[in-house]
């Protein structure tokens, strides 16, 4: 089954250079999971209802091949890719209504008991591989190098911060990490990778560090409560 969306880039999409913004390109990718998901009777209200497990994103990496303007057309196709084990990965791309590829990306999640806490097979929660549509595209996840920050920040994790099962919504993590950058930023430089690997949970009330380290690779994030580390992300810029 492949989920198809038509839509445009509203007002409330666009950053201060009129385009599709980071952080709106990664709502529109989880948002074509979690439908595509919800389509297949395996989302996470499914989950924990009749499978008692709740759904992790563990990472999610999206590639911008063109960043989309104000009001110009586009369409989102979602498919699981793979399903096997304690995996499922979901690819999502976006294209214009004339085929041109604007942004692909993969989005690896995890499946865990509610009761143990233990990681379960993603063929207990209603995925079978008769779901998977092959893929047009291998993307590859990164594993990040370790780094002592160059900067940081403090953020309190808030109440609209949370989503449905209680802890910090996988986006407000990219929020958290662009927060660092200033506008000026933005207007000088486009994104053409970002991938985040989600190894931890926070809730409510919480202080967050983030730390962040520019290197050739990428500009490199570790975000950690506590000094333990639940959230790491790398993002490729370049000059416009």
Not at 3 to 15: H, P, T
Not at 63 to 73: K, L, S
Not at 127 to 142: A, K, L, S
Request: hydrophobic letters at 35%; a negative charge.
């Amino acid at each position: 089954m492949i989920y198809r969306k038509d839509s445009y880039v509203s007002g409330s999409m666009c950053d201060c250079t009129t385009r599709l913004s980071v952080l709106a390109a990664d709502g529109i990718v989880e948002n074509a999971v979690t439908e595509l998901m919800g389509d297949l009777k395996i989302d996470g209200i499914v989950a924990i209802e009749k499978y008692k497990a709740m759904w992790l994103f563990v990472k999610n990496s999206i590639h911008f091949h063109r960043r989309p303007a104000w009001r110009e057309e586009f369409g989102v196709r979602s498919f699981i890719s793979y399903c096997k084990g304690a995996k499922l990965d979901i690819d999502t791309v976006i294209e214009t209504p004339e085929g041109e590829i604007l942004l692909t990306a993969r989005t690896e999640l995890a499946a865990i008991d509610l009761e143990s806490g233990k990681i379960r097979r993603v063929d207990t929660v209603g995925c079978t591989e008769d779901m998977v549509h092959p893929g047009e595209g291998v993307i590859t996840f990164r594993r990040f190098p370790k780094f002592e920050a160059e900067s940081n920040t403090q953020i309190t994790v808030r109440s609209t911060d949370i989503d449905y099962c209680f802890h910090t919504n996988n986006i407000q993590y990219v929020r958290f990490v662009l927060d660092t950058y200033d506008t000026a930023w933005f207007k000088t430089h486009d994104p053409a990778l970002v991938e985040i690997h989600y190894s931890g949970q926070s809730f409510e009330g919480e202080t967050l560090d983030i730390g962040r380290m520019q290197t050739e690779a990428g500009d490199l994030f570790s975000i950690k409560r506590d000094g333990q580390e639940v959230t790491s992300c790398i993002i490729n810029w370049m000059e416009k």
